[in-house]
């Protein structure tokens, strides 16, 4: 492949900008893992730099061509929005990083309707389910009283994995 992108053209430099963002999202990076919305669109102008040199391609490849617009109107493209706004909703989860999506609940769902009504699946989906839209808890559950404002709670050492939220015993006498 031609790094410098030359010997394609234009609408094809753009979709190799949002492969390559696509990967870069999926986790696809040096150590492997899953970036922030702001580290992507590091990435995505550090190339678009490379790329605006005359000797590459010449232009910014983020932006779509567009036949009835000057190159300096060209907008970014759709599918690079929908990237981030897919990245910034995976770590927009407060306090739940864990990516957890609706498709694989659905799928441990399907897996429990092959079994017994009563089984393990159907029962983990359903919680997950509760995790998914109302996110994990380490803290409010039980408590009548705030065990910041009040004395006597026990804090356990670790907080909640993957979270801020500092595990409280239910009751006094815990």
């Not at 000057?70 to 970014?76: G, K, L, R």
């Not at 929005?81 to 769902?109: C, E, F």
Request: with cysteine; net charge positive; proline share 4%.
């Amino acid at each position: 492949m031609d790094i410098t992108l030359r010997s394609y053209d234009e609408s094809t430099q753009t979709l190799i900008a949002i492969m390559y963002l696509a990967e870069l999202a999926d986790g696809q990076t040096c150590k492997n893992v899953k970036v922030m919305q702001t580290t992507l669109e590091g990435y995505m102008k550090a190339m678009a730099h490379y790329t605006r040199l005359p000797e590459n391609a010449g232009r910014d490849i983020r932006r779509e061509p567009q036949e009835n617009k000057a190159p300096y109107q060209w907008e970014e493209h759709p599918l690079t929005r929908s990237i981030y706004q897919d990245t910034k909703r995976w770590q927009g989860k407060t306090n739940r990083k864990d990516p957890l999506t609706r498709k694989m609940v659905a799928h441990i769902r399907d897996i429990g309707k092959t079994k017994h009504e009563d089984n393990f699946h159907e029962a983990l989906a359903d919680w997950l389910t509760v995790i998914l839209y109302a996110g994990y808890r380490g803290i409010e559950w039980i408590q009548e009283k705030d065990p910041v404002k009040h004395c006597g709670y026990r804090v356990y050492e670790q907080p909640v994995r993957h979270t801020t939220n500092m595990v409280y015993a239910k009751c006094k006498e815990d």
